[in-house]
């Protein structure tokens, strides 16, 4: 087995976050519900509201992808595999995402649909109202999976919410074993309890077949993962399933089992909570950063945690901040 060259390769959704403002008056006029997440099915829909929204910033967004740019933030070397189709949001996204030193050379798609985007409209009041289009980053094919990419990075992070259309479905499996034949690590994320009711059966045996190194979960998805209300339960049933299990519990910490041994540690103290959009993203970067560069689980865990802390105290799920001064900052 040779050296990694990379810290973390991740596969996910390709999207690109639109934020501009609105008032009450827009939303009501589109039939939006304020405040929450909708989704938009073709092309047409997302085009006809984003020629309405007023000026707005674009920026690369999608779960692992805002995994990939705390891990770079932190120093790490990775690189991201999703699917963008060739037009102008998608060459935003890969400027983006290449420009914060992350390697990302899937090609681009032709034709329909276009590049995913969340289109986030937000009220004088702070509230982010978010309409997504999934578009290309649904098409991720087994092909477009760079083998020489996942073979040179020691962990392989995957997004649960790419689990729902078969082609990317293929391109995971497929990765996890090119990952595995190499001798490194694949680390999952559960990512949403919905996404864990709709897979509960795949999720399982990913698990039982040993598929999974590492698995990110947060209370609710662990409990939904086993059906149950029991926190502890679902947690020794998962933990004697995967080598090791890190859960996230908002301002209770985290914990994590490691071959039967368990760590916990307490939230970061922060003055208050602007936005927790990208806080399971930002832990996930922290704790695989820890691990690529061989830290105690605990410590893992702390670097997590702070930079969770730092992205909840700010609008947008991506850091604002220097990560890695505040890691310096906290664990010397």
């Known amino acids: 087995m040779s050296e990694p060259k990379l810290d973390i390769v991740a596969i996910g959704n ?3 976050d639109v934020i501009a403002q609105a008032d009450d008056a827009f939303i009501a006029s589109e039939g939006l519900s304020k405040g929450a997440m909708q989704l938009l099915f073709t092309t047409e829909e997302a085009e006809a ?4 929204m007023g000026p707005g910033v674009e920026a690369s967004g999608g779960s692992a992808a805002n995994t990939v740019a705390g891990i770079a933030a932190l120093g ?3 690189g991201f595999i999703g699917q963008v189709a060739d037009d102008e949001l998608g060459k935003v996204f890969k400027h983006d995402i290449t420009a914060l030193g992350v390697a990302f050379d899937t090609p681009m798609r032709d034709g329909e649909p276009a590049t995913a985007r969340s289109l986030i409209l937000v009220t004088p009041d702070g509230e982010r109202t978010m309409n997504t289009f999934l578009g290309a980053s649904q098409h991720l094919t087994a092909a477009a999976v760079d083998t020489d990419l996942i073979e040179r990075a020691a962990i392989l992070y995957l997004e649960g919410y790419l689990w729902d259309p078969e082609d990317p479905r293929a391109a995971m499996d497929q990765a996890i074993d090119i990952a595995h034949k190499a001798g490194r690590r694949v680390a999952f994320t559960l990512s949403d309890g919905f996404c864990v009711d709709r897979h509960r059966g795949d999720f399982l045996k990913l698990l039982d077949d040993g598929r999974i190194d590492i698995l990110f979960a947060n209370e609710d998805e662990i409990m939904s993962l086993h059906e149950t209300d029991d926190f502890e339960a679902a947690v020794a049933a998962t933990a004697a399933k995967t080598p090791l299990l890190v859960v996230t519990r908002s301002e209770k910490g985290a914990l994590a ?3 039967g041994e368990r760590v916990a540690v307490s939230a970061e103290p922060i003055d ?4 927790a959009t990208g806080a399971g993203d930002q832990f996930a970067a922290g704790f695989l950063t820890g691990q690529a560069e061989g830290r105690s689980i605990e410590d893992s865990l ?3 945690a702070v930079c969770a802390a730092e992205v909840i105290q700010h609008y947008g799920p991506r850091p604002e901040n220097d990560l890695k001064a505040l890691v310096r ?3 010397g």
């Open 49 to 52: 509201l984003y020629a309405k």
């Open 257 to 259: 089992v490691k071959d």
């Open 329 to 331: 900052e906290r664990l």
């Open 302 to 304: 702390v670097m997590g």
């Open 76 to 78: 790490g070397k990775c």
């Open 14 to 16: 390709a999207i690109v």
């Open 272 to 275: 208050r909570v602007v936005d």
